[in-house]
């Protein structure tokens, strides 16, 4: 996995304020100063504080932890604690001596690793190049292991939401991070399983679900050809129907006129006849009088939507002359009611852009907040999967770590016959659900 630029090793300090304080502080500085991302915990114990859950949001947000063995150390409650709680979330662990203390005083878990010496007569220069070293060894993999602990984390504290797991390409750098572990590496823990195990189990019911979509689209498709080809075929008997009678018509005329002038004796059939053939062609006027009718109706109704654009033309331009957008009625909701966002992300942006409007979604969630009881508010986007940077991945990150829930769709990209690149991604199915 490649670092992006400025992304630094986030780099937990534990310490015990008794005898290693100066120490700690300098180590931070000397950690800054070659690229890392060092912290430590400044603060004391208050009466009644739940410290643990505070240190360990503190462990689960950092790459690596180092310990500072001191006397004061191997002998503190809450540094035991920190160190069975980065165990159990599988961190790695870099042990340094800051003044030496007995082999059997130092916690088990730490001595069966390799130390750092900073104590005497060892210098601060030569302990920070060696430990530079070991916080840059597997430091792809660390990153990685970080952020995919701190996620599956924010999905737990979510109640599991499914809008959380991971989509896409996302899921599939996930599990070849888990397939790539090598020992010597931190290993991953039962939360990377689960989380990942989880997403992909989410992205498999959702490509079966659009499998089946397809498939009812393609069977509703092919019932509509079939009968459009039984009309085709019914209007092609009614036309023939209808030839064969004017060509029976005509043929009738023309014997009987035949007939009128050959002898008057045969006047009485000649009439009769002609009386068929008038039948005939007035049936025939009566069908050719129905399908324009039928014409009629068709170019009233494209005339009408015809209307509908101008008007609607019309009153955009209006509109954009006036540079204010046309005011909407502001819903009324009971104080207590229950509301539920749902947020088409792609058709928003599309209509804010038409009338020039800006949306704070701050606001506007604060504003719904206000009205009545907030549930949840979801925004749903579709995601081009191939581009390197999308320009709504930093709203898409920002909204969710703001309070929305994201729900995105890998876009379908394809060439028109003009040969232009066109995205399209289709939510209506997400947002019905």
């Known amino acids: 996995m490649v670092e992006e630029p400025g992304n630094k090793l986030s780099v937990f300090i534990s310490y015990a304020r008794a005898d290693s304080s100066a120490f700690a502080e300098e180590l931070v ?5 070659v690229g890392f991302d060092p912290f430590l915990d400044r603060h004391d114990i208050a009466a009644g504080e739940d410290w643990e859950h505070r240190l360990g949001h503190l462990l689960q947000r950092a790459d690596t932890v180092i310990y500072i063995l001191s006397p004061a150390f191997v002998a503190s409650e809450r540094c ?3 160190i069975r709680k980065a165990i ?3 961190k790695r662990l870099i042990p340094i001596v800051y003044i030496d203390v007995p082999e059997e005083d130092t916690p088990e878990e730490l001595r069966r690793l390799n130390y750092i010496y900073f104590s005497k007569p060892n210098s601060f220069g030569p302990g920070l190049a060696q ?3 070991a916080l840059r060894t597997d430091l792809g993999w660390i990153r990685e292991h970080t952020r995919l602990s701190e996620l599956g984390a924010r999905w737990q504290e979510k109640d599991s939401s499914e809008a959380l797991l991971l989509r896409g390409p996302e899921l599939a750098s996930a599990q070849a991070w888990l397939a790539g572990w090598k020992p010597g590496a931190p290993a991953p823990s039962d939360l990377h399983r689960q989380y990942i195990s989880k997403s992909a189990e989410l992205e498999q019911r959702e490509t079966n679900r659009e499998a089946q979509r397809l498939a ?4 509703a498709q092919e019932e509509r050809e079939g009968l459009l080809r039984r009309m085709a075929r019914v209007n092609r008997r009614w036309s023939i129907l209808a030839a064969v009678l004017l060509v029976a018509g005509i043929a009738a005329g023309v014997v009987a006129f035949f007939l009128y002038q050959d002898a008057e004796d045969f006047r009485a059939e000649a009439e009769s006849a002609k009386a068929d053939a008038e039948a005939a062609r007035a049936d ?3 069908a050719r009088a129905e399908a324009d009718e039928r014409n009629a109706e068709l170019d009233q109704y494209k005339t009408n939507l015809d209307t509908i654009n101008k008007a609607y033309e019309a009153l955009k331009a209006e509109m954009e002359s006036q540079g204010e957008p046309l005011p909407l009625p502001a819903p009324a909701f009971y104080q207590n009611e229950r ?5 088409d992300g792609a058709n928003l942006y599309s209509a804010a852009k038409a009338i020039d409007v800006e949306i704070d979604y701050r606001k506007l969630l604060e504003e719904f907040r206000k009205r009545g009881r907030l549930l949840r508010a979801y925004y749903y986007t579709a995601l081009v999967e191939n581009d390197d940077y999308s320009p709504i991945r930093p709203l898409v990150d920002w909204l969710q770590y703001n309070g929305y829930n994201v729900i995105t769709k890998a876009a379908r990209e394809f060439t028109d016959r003009d040969g232009r690149r066109r995205v399209k991604g289709d939510m209506d199915v997400e947002i019905t659900v």
């Open 131 to 133: 430990l530079t070293e």
């Open 339 to 343: 509301i539920a966002l749902f947020i």
């Open 88 to 90: 159990a979330l599988n």
């Open 29 to 33: 500085a000397g950690l800054e100063t």
């Open 80 to 82: 035991e604690w920190e």
């Open 216 to 219: 009812e689209i393609a069977r």
């Open 284 to 286: 025939a006027e009566i």
